[in-house]
């Protein structure tokens, strides 16, 4: 579902984000993305989203060379994938329906499908009654939900999430690990970059470990001490 070929990222000034970065993930395949504070984990993230594009390298998802893709086909790309911050990035001044829609709207969704789309996924983060609130309404993991209502509505192939558990306390953290696992049940790619290190321990999943720019670890699908359950 998604390569990197010798990725490498240097910025203005000099500074490498990221240094030939090699590393698949499969079709359905849940993985961390982990390292200290500016170890490259948002810069990886961007790249997939062509937010920002590699200096040299190659960055293929779902078997294509985003280099290849010209700025129109942009908008398309990014419908496949679906995004979840840690500030979530909510409209305070909208409905928790409204701000799960505006994929689709953006989209084209006719305002049927939209809506039926939109109920399915407020359901599938349990938010099904809580609709025509605000988000200034929810609690913080509630709001949290929202978010990646709004990253699945589009019924992306592949989910990422940049620090989705920054702000919890542990209980609810574990309640937002235990969605993204039931979307990668039914063969999302899920990607999550966080800082947790007690949580990833728990639940045993394949890491991807950044030292300064450099993947340390978890390149190899295959290495048992970094690739588990």
């Known amino acids: 579902m998604v390569r990197f070929e010798r990725v490498s990222k240097r910025y203005p000034g000099g500074r490498d984000a990221l240094s030939g970065v090699n590393f698949e993930l499969g079709r359905g395949e849940f993985a961390f993305l982990t390292g200290h504070s500016g170890a490259g984990k948002s810069t990886l993230l961007k790249l997939m989203m062509l937010m920002d594009r590699p200096s040299r390298g190659k960055v293929f998802v779902d078997g294509q060379d985003l280099a290849s893709l010209r700025p129109g086909q942009v908008p398309f790309h990014r419908r496949k994938i679906g995004v979840v911050f840690q500030n979530h990035q909510l409209l305070f001044d909208r409905t928790v329906f409204d701000n799960v829609a505006l994929p689709l709207q953006i989209a084209g969704f006719s305002p049927a499908e939209a809506a039926r789309r939109v109920r399915a996924a407020l359901d599938s983060v349990g938010l099904l009654g809580k609709e025509a609130r605000t988000p200034i309404e929810l609690s913080g993991g509630e709001q949290q939900r929202v978010g990646i209502a709004r990253a699945v509505v589009n019924k992306p ?18 309640e937002i690990m235990d969605l993204f ?37 978890g390149g190899n699908a295959v290495e048992d001490d970094i690739y588990g359950g």
Not at 186 to 214: N, S, W
């Open 181 to 217: 696992v039931r979307f990668q049940q039914v063969g999302v790619t899920v990607l999550i970059a966080t800082h947790d290190i007690a949580l990833i321990e728990q639940m045993g999943h394949r890491r991807l470990i950044l030292d300064h720019g450099q993947l340390v670890a």
């Open 157 to 174: 192939a592949l989910l990422l999430a940049d620090e989705p558990t920054g702000n919890l306390d542990p209980e609810l953290s574990a």
